[in-house]
């Protein structure tokens, strides 16, 4: 049996509310998931953040926009937004993963693409990212993994509501 948060935690009074103790639990499996992505992506030298890029400019290239993407729609499109898009495609640009150029008709616009060793890199990744789901969630039925993505975009969807 799956021990309650207040057990992980050791918390010995009530929750405040429902809302704070959803909240605790969210944020405690977000965690213990970032840190087996990041185990995960360290035998590749990247971060959960570095891949997401990379798949987002895959993407892209599938569906024949091989010219890149903007660089100022790259943070939209992040499954976690990072701070600085501009400081990580650097890095991608370093190791080669990730190529920039400009706009024909406006120079001032920037686009940002996926190179032929990105997409090696990607390749070398995608037979492997699956058992990492599994490791994660594993534990979960179809069913139980579909209410959770229910859930999660609801909450996330009256944020996103409260923010506009």
Known sequence: MARSLREQINKQDDFASPEEEAMLNIARTA????????????????????????????????????DGVRASEIGCQMVVRVPDVTRLVDRLEERGLVGRGSCSKDRRVK???ITDKGMRLLERIDPKIDGLGKRVLGN???????????LMEKARNEQDEDRD
């Open 31 to 66: 965690g213990e998931i970032e840190g087996v992505e990041r185990a995960f992506f360290k035998e590749f030298d990247l971060t959960p953040q570095a891949y997401n890029l990379l798949r987002i400019l895959r993407g892209h290239k599938r569906r024949g926009k091989g």
């Open 111 to 113: 686009f940002v693409f």
């Open 140 to 150: 979960l039925s179809e069913r139980e993994l579909r209410t959770v993505s229910r």
